[in-house]
């Protein structure tokens, strides 16, 4: 089943971003290599640098085992994150096989 991964960023978030983007992205790609990536990527300022928070769309067993992968995100033990909402995700389009 998708969940979508929604997390708002605390204010002036940029430096510990990019302190533990390695390590994010490098969660990111397991989920990748797995096929279970479905879509990930930030929420950029409209007006300055840096973000407002982060999207991820991925396959998970259930709601339970999606909000542990959330809990253990780099950005997350980096205080990147001020709050993570995890809730299931219906892909309309483009329509899946």
Do not use: C
């Not at 930030?42 to 396959?59: M, N, Q, Y």
């Not at 001020?82 to 389009?93: G, L, R, Y």
């Amino acid at each position: 089943m998708l969940f979508a991964i929604i997390s708002q960023d605390v204010e002036n978030s940029l430096t510990a971003r990019l302190e533990a983007r390695p390590a994010h992205v490098g969660r990111l790609k397991v989920l990748d290599s797995q096929n279970r990536l479905t879509l990930a990527g930030p929420h950029p300022h409209a007006s300055e640098e840096g973000f407002t928070g982060s999207l991820v769309v991925a396959e998970f067993a259930d709601l339970a085992t999606a909000q542990a992968w959330a809990a253990e995100d780099p950005y997350v033990a980096a205080g990147v994150y001020a709050e993570v909402t995890v809730k299931p995700f219906k892909q309309a389009f483009p329509a899946q096989g």
